[in-house]
Structure formats: structure tokens, C-alpha cells
């Protein structure tokens, strides 16, 4: 088996603040996603990398950086903290993108001052 | 675009009792479903997957297709407290796509009374 791992759990920001989410995994997976979790909503696909420095943009990309500069981590940055932001951020990797279980982090709950 | 949403937005049941949540899709050439929980503050545990129409029977957790009708269900058998939680449906693999991105229904909040 394998884990996942984001830090940190909690972040708390000001608006307008440049601030990075950070994810491990140690399955060895190729596959990494970002999602957004606002309350009472579903997951929302922020960004997602195939491999190792390859990037593509989900449906909510706009505000948002991502970077894959190692098979196990993936970086998510907030490049300008609004105070809708507030979700939980949930990482996630598979070993491929062709329909393959996605196991997922515990989630970076974000809040912005 | 795909459009996935399930009912009802919250449950209540009593211990033992079946649990029944629902999840209607719009892409009928979707050929791949999961069902995840999620307790607080924690990340998403996969319950069922399903590929086919049909039930698919994993432990006290049973998920039914019809795709015909655009539907995928959950039932969960004798349920504790310990089961309250979220429970989101995720449907992929439309036929036009060829990255087969989960998209997520917004939930259902069950909750389970002794």
C-alpha cells in the first residue's frame, strides 16, 4: 500500500497573500490531481500532471499554480488569497488517467483572513 | 458537459436500517462509477466501483446501474454510526473524452442513529 501526505493540514492566509499547498505520495503513481471542496459542494478539478513536469489545467485553473517537479510531489500555490476561497484542497494520484482508482490525501482546509 | 447530481442532501437512518442514496448523471456514454465516503476533515474512501449495468456487492456496501435511465445507486446494509459521514457518487469515462476526469456529484450527508 501506499500514502499520500499534504501539508500542511491547516492553512490560514490574508487576502491577497501568495500562499502553497504541498502533496507526497509514495505509490509511485504517475498521475497527480488538485481539487477544490467547497462546502456542500462536490470535488472540482483544479489542475492534474501526468508525469513528472507535465501540467494541465481542470476546470477551475484561473488563480491558481501547480508544480510537478518529482514523480512523488505535486505543489498547488493561491496566487492571490480571496476571502471565497475558503474549501478544502484534496490532492490525489492514480497510476495512469485512463479510468484508474484515485486514492486520495486528507486535505489542506484553507482559510483566508 | 458532464452534470452529476445526488438526492437527498442529507439522510438520516436508524442503526440497521438500509441506507438508500441516489445519483443521476447526464452523459450516457459514461462508463465508469464510484461511490466514496468521506468522514470529517478526512480524505475520500473508495466503497464501490462500477463499470457495468448491474449491482456490484462490496461487503455491507451494494451500488446499482442503470444507464439507460442515467442512474447510479448506493445501498448500504445494517448501518452503524460509525458510517455517518459524506457520501459523494463520481462518474467518468465519456466517449469524447479521452482523459477520463471524475467528475463529482455534491453529496449526501448521512447520518446514522442508534
Known amino acids: 500500500g501506499g500514502i499520500i501526505t499534504q501539508t500542511p493540514k491547516f492553512l490560514i492566509g490574508q487576502e491577497g497573500q501568495k500562499l502553497t499547498l504541498k502533496c507526497q505520495q509514495n505509490f509511485n503513481h504517475d498521475t497527480m490531481y488538485w481539487y477544490r471542496q467547497d462546502s456542500g459542494k462536490g470535488l472540482r478539478l483544479i489542475y492534474y500532471?501526468?508525469?513528472?513536469?507535465?501540467?494541465q489545467k481542470g476546470d477551475l485553473s484561473e488563480g491558481y499554480d501547480a508544480s510537478r517537479e518529482k514523480k512523488s510531489s505535486f505543489s498547488l500555490t493561491v496566487t492571490s488569497a480571496q476571502k471565497n476561497e475558503m474549501a478544502v484542497f484534496l490532492c490525489?494520484?492514480?497510476?495512469?488517467?485512463?479510468?484508474?482508482?484515485?486514492?486520495f490525501g486528507p486535505g489542506t482546509r484553507l482559510t483566508v483572513l | 458537459q458532464q452534470k452529476v447530481q445526488q438526492s437527498p442532501e442529507s439522510l438520516t437512518v436508524s442503526e440497521g436500517a438500509m441506507a438508500s442514496l441516489n445519483c443521476t448523471f447526464s452523459?450516457?456514454?459514461?462508463?465508469?462509477f464510484r461511490w466514496y465516503r468521506q468522514h470529517s476533515a478526512k480524505g475520500l474512501e473508495v466503497l464501490v466501483s462500477?463499470?457495468?449495468?448491474g449491482e456490484k456487492e462490496e461487503g455491507r456496501f451494494t451500488a446499482h446501474l442503470n444507464r439507460a435511465n442515467l442512474h447510479v445507486s448506493l445501498h448500504i446494509r445494517e448501518p452503524q454510526p460509525s458510517d455517518s459521514a459524506v457520501y459523494l457518487c463520481?462518474?467518468?469515462?465519456?466517449?469524447?473524452?479521452?482523459?477520463?476526469?471524475?467528475?463529482f456529484g455534491q453529496g449526501t450527508s448521512l447520518s446514522v442513529v442508534p
Open positions: 490525489a494520484s492514480s497510476p495512469g488517467t485512463g479510468g484508474y482508482e484515485q486514492y
Open positions: 500532471s501526468i508525469t513528472e513536469n507535465d501540467l
Open positions: 462500477i463499470f457495468s449495468d
Open positions: 452523459d450516457g456514454t459514461s462508463n465508469n
Open positions: 463520481a462518474v467518468s469515462g465519456i466517449a469524447s473524452s479521452s482523459f477520463s476526469k471524475l467528475v
